[in-house]
């Protein structure tokens, strides 16, 4: 049967290798993207002792909060409809918040509990967040909210590029400065927050407070990066044999299935007969010279073991793409099936 087989001990064992590699800095576990294809309800289940969840929008944040109780704090950060400010309130969710507009919004209250925000300053991405500029500004607005007793303001982030060593740095001086203009506000922000699996783990300086982990997590490594001691992937993508005639084999997983048609002729596949080609069709697809094949034989498209282990990254590689979206272009109607 197609499926993605996710090892929930291999997740598990990921998390605490990072873990004790950024202590005492806090690993946030990000779970955007359904936890990049793996299933966030499972893995949120099997992720004991994580503490932070990073889930972009209200929706999956709100997902979040029926596994893990009320104890886990779950950080997001996508933009926010009234509605949505709403369910983040009741969830108790953590706001991420890099504009004045919304800021404003959160910080007319609701005579509730004061909603925990983050504030975000752009440190040269230009995706969101609020500019160097205009950060005193916004940061004096956010101290007024704070001392109004409708906001409480849980930390300073900021996301970087990961593309140059020297973009990062620049992107750190700036965060530093924001910091301590924060600071001198009044704020006193729990956790500063910057960078997210490469640089993080990389470079102890990126840490501050809190890591949002999401690729190594699920033992995504880089594209053209190098293995990550201690951190295997957790996914295997696996298809069975649904027919044979004469030297056509045909596995029951395609383009259809969120299989990149692209991977034509690029990427070997795993049979018991060892590694073969693969030409990827719509609904199925055709692995080349395998004799002896029998219908409901299992193929790995990627996976560790054998002697040609392979990962999303290996076929992403093969198409200039990354492992991340390998795994989250997978239709959700693809069985998973958890072990560990
Ligand atoms: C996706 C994301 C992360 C996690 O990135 P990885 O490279 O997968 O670890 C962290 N922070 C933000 C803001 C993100 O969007």
Do not use: C
Not at 25 to 45: N, P, T
Not at 49 to 69: E, N, P
Not at 188 to 210: G, I, N, V, W
Not at 261 to 283: C, I, Q
């Amino acid at each position: 049967m197609t499926r993605l087989m996710v090892d929930l001990e291999r997740i598990r064992s990921n998390i605490a290798v990072l873990q004790r590699h950024i202590a005492p800095a806090e690993f946030m576990l990000v779970v955007k993207d359904d936890a990049y294809g793996h299933g966030v309800e499972a893995v949120i289940a099997a992720a004991e002792g994580v503490r932070w969840f990073g889930s972009f929008d209200v929706a999956t944040g709100v997902r979040v909060r029926a596994v893990t109780g009320p104890e886990a704090r779950i950080f997001t950060w996508s933009a926010v409809s009234e509605d949505e400010l709403v369910q983040a309130r009741d969830a108790r969710l953590d706001l991420g918040v890099g504009d004045f507009a919304t800021l404003a919004r959160v910080a007319e209250g609701s005579g509730a509990a004061p909603v925990r925000v983050h504030l975000k300053i752009d440190t040269g991405l230009h995706r969101s967040g609020v500019r160097p500029e205009e950060w005193a500004d916004f940061v004096a607005r956010a101290a007024a909210a704070e001392a109004s007793g409708t906001i409480v303001v849980a930390g300073i982030w900021s996301h970087i590029a990961e593309a140059s060593d020297a973009d990062d740095d620049r992107a750190r001086a700036e965060f530093d400065r924001a910091v301590d203009v924060a600071l001198a506000a009044g704020l006193k922000p729990e956790m500063r927050h910057l960078a997210a699996s490469a640089a993080a783990h990389a470079r102890p300086e990126f840490r501050y407070d809190l890591v949002r982990f999401g690729a190594f997590a699920y033992g995504v490594r880089s594209a053209e990066g190098a293995n990550v001691p201690g951190i295997e992937p957790a996914a295997t993508l696996l298809a069975s044999v649904t027919a044979v005639d004469d030297d056509t084999v045909e596995i029951g997983i395609g383009a259809l299935d969120g299989l990149p048609s692209t991977l034509s002729g690029r990427v070997p596949v795993r049979t018991v007969a060892g590694a073969r080609a693969l030409r990827v069709g719509l609904a199925s697809s055709i692995v080349a010279g395998w004799d002896g094949a029998a219908i409901g034989d299992e193929v790995a498209i990627f996976g560790p073991g054998g002697d040609s282990d392979s990962s999303a990254t290996t076929l992403a590689e093969a198409i200039d793409s990354v492992g991340e979206e390998i795994l989250v272009r997978l239709s959700p109607l693809l069985p998973r099936e958890y072990v560990g």
